[in-house]
């Protein structure tokens, strides 16, 4: 008969010091309810990482603005230079502007945070934009990411807005310079504009109330709106689940990938301090709006080629392009139309539509399922190209604002560039439009050869009757899922005008939605069918002498898809599915 001893409390071990602390945390917070967060898993990819450096960008700006809080003055009041920046001493400037020479010249290691708030700035808003192009390019903003993506676009509208007002704080005369036009689009909107101009300016510009008031809306209100939704961002990436590539074994139930710890975490960490340094070294050699240089702001001055930070360079040279165009309605407003279209208009518009793409595309397609796989950009040309259109005009309008510069560096007519770029802002984007989908289709029946015809191996080889030709091979079972594996996208069938005679009440707009479709999705080059693959490998295969394989695991081209444990092989030990 057998009997069990419990050993005495002093013969037992100890639990070791991280799991007492993991279980004291538990007990008080439930940490352990929080593990599948741990396992949670993200797909790898290149074009994620803008997200990434977006985010540590502004870690930093939050780290180095934190600490310049404590040395700026963000007062208007006169005061007379006595700093050790002798081309300035006895000039008369705001406060604004001394404590900004102070911490440029008197602070330890003040000119290095001045530098590295503004890198980060310029370089979290550069993040943005093309993080929200590549949502843009590979539909990940399709349902259930809708919310996702106006809540990113608002961040980056937000950012550019805490850039300009940051940009301002300073009061020199380059950030002075920009104030004066931000006053002037203010007073053009009509009826409302001269009282936005009073609320902003506390008077006349420039006023002594500017500064202050922009003080608080850069350290606290906009700070803490990016803030939220950028914790909402977060959270609805991980309750979505992360968007992923086509590729074997991955559907829209799943995720391959590396988990969050201690993969991800861990690489995560890494580019952190990599974006760091890298912020770090352009704060330390590349010299950034070196205020000493252009002085405190006064009215009568402007310096020549003046330019604002690059984010905002489309909407100078949108108002450089604008011809003086104006008019006097009743009751003797007037409208001035050439700072109302460029400066209020045009980016309403492009705010707009780039906005409200994902609901539009949806209505269009009447898309109503969910989507976590991401389209290739070439997979879907006419969004593509009206991207890249999209693209082309805001970089016309960018080097737009740069005109003078131009013209005085390459000896050009500066006449002869401001119509090149009133020109320009119709014909490039509609080129690029026109281009760009022509190189998409191009690339998908590239695709399609390669599938049916394998991939160029360089090696020639004679044929009994003397013919010379170049040896194909089948594309590895990866790529060739891949390819096949891509949506087909088709256009709404036509609507009919009646039925039974009976006339279709939404007959317009079914129409209007029809011919959207048919732009969206029509003239694209078909996948090849299951009947053409397999001609297609049965001939390399006997091209090979008999080396290759069969279709098992792949996609056929009607949207069915057979089991692919064939293409999963090689896939890293360490990824997991979730």
Request: glycine letters at 10%.
């Amino acid at each position: 008969m057998s009997t069990t001893e419990t050993a005495p409390p002093s013969a037992r071990a100890e639990a070791p010091k991280g799991e007492r602390l993991a279980d004291w945390a538990d007990g008080r917070l439930g940490v352990y309810h929080f593990r599948f967060l741990v396992r949670k898993v993200f797909p790898e990819h290149w074009s994620f990482m803008f997200g990434e450096i977006a985010l540590y960008s502004f870690i930093m700006l939050l780290l180095t603005g934190t600490w310049l809080t404590f040395f700026f003055d963000p007062s208007m009041s006169e005061t007379v230079y006595s700093g050790p920046y002798e081309p300035l001493q006895g000039s008369h400037m705001s406060q604004a502007f001394a404590s900004t020479m102070r911490i440029t010249f008197e602070v330890r290691g003040g000119l290095l945070i001045r530098q590295l708030h503004h890198w980060s700035a310029l370089v979290m808003i550069g993040a943005l934009m093309l993080h929200t192009l590549r949502h843009f390019l590979t539909g990940s903003f399709r349902k259930p990411r809708e919310a996702n993506w106006v809540i990113g676009f608002i961040m980056l509208i937000l950012v550019t807005l805490e850039g300009f007002f940051g940009y301002s704080l300073p009061d020199d005369l380059l950030s002075g310079t920009g104030l004066r036009i931000a006053s002037g689009i203010t007073l053009a909107v009509p009826v409302v504009g001269t009282y936005t101009h009073m609320l902003l300016f506390g008077g006349e510009f420039p006023g002594t109330e500017i500064v202050p008031r922009l003080y608080p809306v850069h350290i606290l209100l906009l700070p803490a709106l990016v803030f939220i939704l950028l914790s909402v961002h977060l959270i609805l990436v991980f309750y979505h689940k992360h968007t992923q590539f086509r590729g074997p074994a991955r559907t829209e139930q799943n995720v391959i990938g590396q988990p969050l710890f201690p993969h991800y975490t861990a690489k995560a960490g890494g580019f952190f301090f990599l974006v760091t340094g890298i912020l770090t070294l352009l704060a330390g050699i590349a010299q950034i709006n070196p205020v000493w240089k252009y002085g405190p702001y006064r009215a009568d001055q402007i310096s020549q080629g003046s330019q604002p930070d690059w984010y905002m360079g489309f909407l100078e040279g949108a108002l450089r392009a604008m011809p003086p165009w104006e008019f006097v309605v009743w009751g003797g407003y007037t409208v001035n139309m050439g700072i109302i279209i460029p400066a209020v208009i045009l980016p309403t518009v492009m705010i707009v539509v780039f906005g409200a793409w994902p609901f539009l595309e949806a209505w269009v397609t009447g898309d109503r399922e969910e989507h976590h796989l991401l389209d290739r950009p070439r997979d879907h040309p006419t969004r593509t190209a009206f991207g890249v259109s999209f693209v082309s005009l805001y970089l016309v309008l960018f080097f737009g604002g740069a005109n003078d510069v131009i013209a005085e560096r390459f000896h050009l007519s500066l006449n002869a560039i401001t119509w090149a770029i009133r020109i320009g802002i119709f014909v490039v984007p509609a080129l690029a439009y026109v281009l760009t989908r022509r190189i998409c289709l191009g690339l998908q029946l590239r695709d399609r050869d390669k599938l049916l015809h394998g991939r160029e191996t360089g090696k020639i080889r004679r044929l009994p009757h003397g013919e010379f030709v170049e040896v194909h091979e089948r594309l590895d079972r990866g790529t060739e899922f891949m390819l096949l594996d891509r949506e087909a996208y088709k256009p709404l069938p036509a609507p009919t005008a009646e039925s039974n005679g009976v006339p279709n009440p939404k007959a317009r707009k079914q129409v209007l939605r029809y011919k959207l479709s048919r732009w969206l999705y029509g003239n694209q080059i078909e996948k090849p069918t299951l009947e053409e693959m397999r001609e297609a490998i049965e001939h390399m295969e006997h091209s090979s002498n008999g080396h290759g394989g069969s279709l098992n695991g792949h996609g056929s081209a009607d949207g069915h898809k057979v089991p692919a444990q064939a293409s999963v092989e090689g896939r890293e030990s360490e990824q997991e599915t979730h």
